[in-house]
């Protein structure tokens, strides 16, 4: 069956450091991928999409990056602050254009 | 609003009750999904709608689960004889057309059964 795993453990990293959170999926084959933040009470709020023929995307301090063949995509925060502390989340498409079928999350912690 | 509302934020439910939450979503916005979120856990779907149509049903997790939107605007999903693993948070989307468009979703209903 299709999995989609994040660890499941918070990372916690210094403020100003990079945070990388990983996404790996078996038995599927996306068209493409997004990236959602969710805060504590709140919905997910999507960041980033990123298509299956491309290696990377990025927007402002964040990079995403997709590997088809390794079937993985990392999420990357470069100089990180408190205010990103939040659980990341990726989703795949199951079918273009219908749902989404997300991982577990990753929490992170920005510490100052 | 601009954004995606949910009514009841909060919902306390006796075992074997039946409960109806509601979802506003952005005007205009074809599509229309239902996710259950347990506590520590990604959203899972439940159920797809482009405009009133019922396109997707498959994630809907017994038959006491049903979801209607009649006139293709407003969403409720309504949850029959309650039971405790009914306890989630249940989002709604929305997405302005089909394929790649981002999902916009709401703060979701906490449902909670006693």
């Known amino acids: 069956s299709q999995k989609i795993e994040q660890n499941s453990e918070a990372l916690n990293i210094q403020e100003g450091k990079t945070a990388t959170l990983t996404c790996n999926y078996t038995?599927?084959?996306?068209?493409?991928l997004q990236w959602y933040r969710q805060d504590p009470g709140r919905g997910p709020v999507f960041l980033l999409l990123?298509?299956?023929?491309?290696k990377e995307k990025r927007k402002e301090r964040l990079k995403v990056t997709f590997d088809t063949t390794l079937k993985q995509s990392l999420f990357h925060i470069t100089a990180s602050q408190p205010a990103d502390s939040a659980t990341y989340l990726c989703?795949?498409?199951?079918?273009?254009?219908?749902?989404?079928?997300f991982g577990g999350g990753t929490r992170l912690m920005v510490k100052p | 609003g601009a954004g995606v509302s949910q009514s009841p934020r909060y919902k306390v439910a006796k075992r074997g009750q039946d409960v109806a939450l509601r979802c506003d979503p952005i005007?205009?916005?074809?599509?229309l999904f239902w996710y259950q979120q347990a506590l520590g856990q990604g959203p899972e779907f439940l159920t797809y709608?482009?405009?009133?149509?019922?396109?997707?049903k498959s994630g809907l997790p017994s038959d006491r689960f049903f979801a209607e939107r009649p006139e293709g605007s407003v969403s409720t999903l309504k949850i029959q004889r309650t039971q405790q693993e009914d306890s989630a948070v249940y989002l709604c989307?929305?997405?302005?057309?089909?394929?790649?468009?981002?999902?916009?979703f709401g703060p979701g209903t906490r449902l909670t059964v006693l």
């Open positions: 989307a929305c997405r302005a057309g089909g394929g790649t468009d981002t999902q916009y």
């Open positions: 038995n599927y084959s996306p068209a493409y």
């Open positions: 989703a795949l498409d199951r079918v273009a254009g219908n749902m989404l079928t």
């Open positions: 990123i298509r299956e023929n491309e």
């Open positions: 709608f482009q405009n009133e149509a019922q396109l997707d």
């Open positions: 005007s205009g916005h074809v599509s």
